[in-house]
């Protein structure tokens, strides 16, 4: 499957010459916190983290059209192949043009929603616990510990557990399917470079 990404014109040539994995930690602007640390803690091992993903398109046509870095003055998008070695990376589709679509959100939201008056008339240090749950970046290990000593927490994840399909979906690459591609470099000494097309 080719993926295809769009960047400002200006990073071009940068690009040409090789991209790294991102080593921070990236902070999701398009779904809620408490969604992107539910995925996370469902992450199967062999998938990418989002935390750490390159996003991409199946065409050069989408990747223009879902380009969202800042542009500086004079400067276009150009639509570029990703080219890397596919034994360093690992790539998931979602079925959906974009995460902040996927109805595993809805589904998050009417468990808080339900759980409102429960999560209102917790004392204050089990509203600190359960806050956690909404705060960025919540790591796999915090969360696993946040669900064994908090009854609330384990609900939801729970609940998440098992009505999530992103995972499931993901895993499977649909070549003609406009859905949000996203891929993570395996090894931080492994980079990807960009040819425009």
């Given at each position: 499957?080719?993926?295809?990404?769009?960047?400002?014109s200006?990073?071009i040539?940068?690009?040409?010459k090789?991209?790294?994995r991102?080593?921070?930690?990236?902070i999701p602007?398009?779904?809620?916190?408490?969604v992107?640390?539910?995925?996370e803690?469902?992450?199967?091992?062999?998938?990418?983290?989002?935390?750490?993903?390159?996003?991409?398109?199946?065409?050069a046509?989408?990747?223009?059209?879902?380009?969202s870095?800042?542009?500086?003055d004079?400067?276009?998008?150009?639509a570029?192949?990703v080219?890397?070695?596919?034994?360093?990376?690992?790539?998931?589709q979602?079925?959906?043009?974009?995460?902040?679509?996927?109805?595993?959100?809805k589904a998050?939201?009417?468990?808080?929603?339900?759980?409102?008056?429960?999560?209102?008339a917790l004392?204050?240090?089990?509203?600190?616990?359960?806050?956690q749950?909404?705060?960025?970046?919540?790591?796999?290990?915090?969360?696993?510990?946040?669900?064994?000593?908090?009854?609330l927490?384990g609900?939801?994840?729970?609940?998440?557990?098992?009505?999530?399909?992103?995972?499931?979906?993901?895993?499977?690459?649909?070549?003609?399917?406009?859905?949000?591609?996203?891929?993570?470099?395996a090894?931080p000494?492994?980079?990807?470079?960009?040819?425009?097309?």
């Amino acid at each position: 499957m080719e993926l295809f990404r769009a960047i400002p014109s200006s990073q071009i040539e940068k690009a040409r010459k090789g991209v790294s994995r991102h080593s921070t930690v990236r902070i999701p602007s398009n779904v809620p916190y408490i969604v992107d640390n539910l995925w996370e803690w469902l992450r199967p091992e062999n998938m990418p983290s989002r935390r750490h993903a390159i996003y991409a398109s199946p065409t050069a046509k989408l990747a223009l059209a879902n380009a969202s870095a800042p542009l500086g003055d004079d400067e276009q998008y150009i639509a570029c192949r990703v080219i890397v070695e596919p034994e360093h990376v690992r790539i998931a589709q979602l079925t959906v043009r974009d995460a902040r679509e996927h109805k595993d959100i809805k589904a998050v939201a009417r468990w808080v929603s339900g759980h409102g008056q429960a999560i209102v008339a917790l004392e204050a240090f089990q509203k600190q616990q359960m806050a956690q749950l909404f705060m960025p970046g919540l790591g796999r290990d915090e969360l696993e510990s946040l669900r064994r000593t908090d009854s609330l927490v384990g609900q939801v994840c729970d609940y998440i557990s098992q009505a999530s399909t992103f995972w499931n979906t993901a895993a499977k690459l649909v070549p003609s399917s406009e859905g949000e591609l996203f891929f993570e470099i395996a090894d931080p000494s492994f980079t990807y470079r960009l040819e425009p097309v």
